[in-house]
């Protein structure tokens, strides 16, 4: 039986090299079924003209009119989305090529509704410093789920409402929803899947990272030379 297609909501704003790792990511995929749903504003750059051309394959950029919240864009997503299942695929954040074929099996196995990676690893910009994200830190909803890589599938999202229209938390709102709801959500253990990518422009601030982190080893799976590429990106696009 052939894998079922999974589409990836990538909701970005001005952040043409972050996107460009982040479609780097998503080529390198070992889940053959896929596409990229890039969920953009009206006023942002010409996209197409800043992706590198070798990551355009299954890729199926967006423009929505006026500036939106990245809830929005995703729930505008779901509605173009080609496949039955759905992953959020942050624009900043690591995923390694098993993401998706890992991920995605508890939903297949009908053992969950949601399912998110573990919270395990943070990595800080521009300081290129590594940390461990603390179980109960405000970011992670429960069993130590990081909110941003959440895969379900679109019944399960529609009928938990979609994302919020929040800047911040549009993800755990509808997963608090789910679970007021009784439909299940639950962890995947983050081996070396998936990392929790820290700049100046996102929302997790200093206090944060000083109240809920200890000091961690680079993971053996994050190259020094990604390191270096993802300085890069935060220099360009802060």
Same mark, same amino acid.
């Given at each position: ?28 995929? +070992? /889940? ?56 959020? /695929?942050?624009?900043?954040? /690591? ?23 573990? +919270? ?9 410093? /590594? ?21 379900? +599938? ?21 997963? *608090? ?20 990518? *820290? ?7 200093? *206090? ?31």
């Amino acid at each position: 039986m052939p894998e079922p297609k999974i589409s990836c909501l990538i909701a970005t704003h001005g952040r043409p090299h972050y996107l460009n790792l982040a479609l780097e990511f998503f080529q390198k995929q +070992t /889940w053959p079924n896929k596409e990229a749903l890039v969920l953009i504003d009206s006023d942002d750059l010409p996209i197409k003209s800043t992706i590198r051309k070798d990551l355009l394959k299954d890729v199926n950029v967006i423009r929505l009119p006026g500036r939106r919240p990245p809830g929005e864009k995703r729930n505008f997503g779901v509605m173009r989305a080609q496949g039955k299942y759905l992953a959020i /695929w942050d624009d900043d954040d /690591w995923y390694a090529p098993n993401r998706l074929a890992d991920e995605i099996q508890p939903i297949l196995q009908n053992k969950t509704d949601f399912a998110a990676f573990q +919270t395990d690893i943070v990595f800080v910009l521009p300081e290129k410093r /590594w940390l461990k994200l603390e179980p109960g830190a405000t970011r992670v909803i429960g069993n130590g789920l990081n909110d941003t890589s959440t895969v379900c +599938t679109v019944e399960s999202w529609n009928k938990a409402g979609g994302n919020s229209s929040s800047m911040i938390g549009e993800i755990h709102d509808m997963l *608090r929803r789910a679970r007021k709801m009784k439909m299940r959500v639950d962890p995947v253990k983050n081996k070396n899947h998936f990392v929790y990518v *820290r700049h100046p422009s996102t929302m997790m601030g200093p *206090r944060f990272l000083t109240d809920h982190c200890l000091m961690a080893k680079r993971p053996y799976t994050f190259s020094r030379s990604l390191e270096d590429r993802y300085l890069e990106a935060c220099r360009r696009d802060g």
